[in-house]
């Protein structure tokens, strides 16, 4: 079962999802937690990395342009650190991870903290499946079993999963939640991946189940992608400004019309 008013749970307490951004998406991302009713805030300086976590119920680690440069990585391990005394939840987003120094970056950092999840689109996922997967740089692109190759990564990685497509799949390696709504535009709309990887923090309330919060996050990022694409089709720069109205007009009731999942225990 979803409980569909936790939608309603986290915009009363307005949690703070500290967020280390890419340069690419940060806007989009900062507002789309804002508008699902959390509180954005990026940061890039470890000095604070502590003082910002205390203030958070999550923390998203987004590396599609993570550099290098230590300072990168030492802001990375600052908050992973800060989140994992506190016990919160940290999600990660490795974008285009099959690029080998992706690869090894990820490595690297997964030695320095402990990640409680990871959000990727199947060729992502498909890397700490252990799967060989073809990508495109950020796009994920030909045919695998999604539901077989997010078990996989669950059971390889004893992290909780978030598996984006056309279908998205989150699962624990046991339970898997599938869901089907979305919309072609949300793959046109660059940054889509983004905002679900820190809109996930905002539904990881404390004493939340985190699977199930996570499965309704990803289903309110399908719906409201779903039903902005109903109304914008062909036109990916409205569709873009309308997926930020349906995020902030969503409500449990919506989720429980439109919604399309499934859940499947092993
Ligand atoms: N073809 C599609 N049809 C329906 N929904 C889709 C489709 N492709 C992606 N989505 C939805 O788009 C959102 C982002 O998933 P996607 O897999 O595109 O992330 P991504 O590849 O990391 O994107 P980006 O790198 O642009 O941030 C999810 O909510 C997913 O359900
Ligand atoms: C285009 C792009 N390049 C690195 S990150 C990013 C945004 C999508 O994740
Ligand atoms: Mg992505």
Redesign the pocket.
């Known amino acids: 079962m979803l409980n569909y008013q936790l939608l309603d749970q986290v915009r009363a307490t307005t949690p703070v999802i500290v967020t280390f951004a890419n340069y690419v998406t940060p806007q989009i991302v900062a507002n789309a937690v804002n508008v699902i009713g959390g509180s954005p805030i990026m940061s890039l300086e470890p000095a604070e990395a502590a003082a910002l976590v205390s203030m958070a119920t999550a923390v998203t680690l987004n590396l599609g342009t993570a550099q290098s440069a230590e300072l990168d990585f030492v802001e990375l391990v600052a908050l992973g650190k800060a989140a994992n005394e506190l016990n919160l939840p940290v999600i990660i987003d490795p ?1 285009a991870v099959s690029v080998p120094f992706r690869s090894q970056y990820v490595a690297r950092l997964l030695k320095e903290i402990k990640v409680d999840v990871i959000r ?2 199947a060729s992502e996922i498909a890397h700490f499946a252990g799967v060989a997967a073809e990508s495109r740089g ?3 692109v030909g045919e695998v079993d999604i539901e077989a190759v997010a078990i996989a990564a669950a059971k390889n990685t004893g992290m909780l999963i978030v598996l ?3 279908t ?1 799949i989150v699962t624990d390696g046991n339970k898997v939640y599938k869901i089907k709504n ?3 535009l ?2 046109a709309n ?5 905002m ?1 990887s820190s809109i996930l923090g905002t539904f990881l309330l404390k004493g939340q189940d985190r699977l199930e919060g996570l499965a309704l996050a990803t289903l309110s ?2 719906v409201a ?1 779903q039903l902005a694409g109903q109304k914008n089709e062909g036109k990916p720069g409205t569709f873009s400004a309308a997926l930020l109205d349906e995020l902030y007009q969503l409500t449990p009731a919506k989720l429980e019309q439109f919604g399309d999942w499934e859940e499947i225990n092993d």
């Open positions: 974008v990727g689109n950020i796009d994920a984006s497509g056309p998205d979305g919309h072609e949300l793959a660059v940054g889509s991946g983004d679900l990022m399908a992608g």
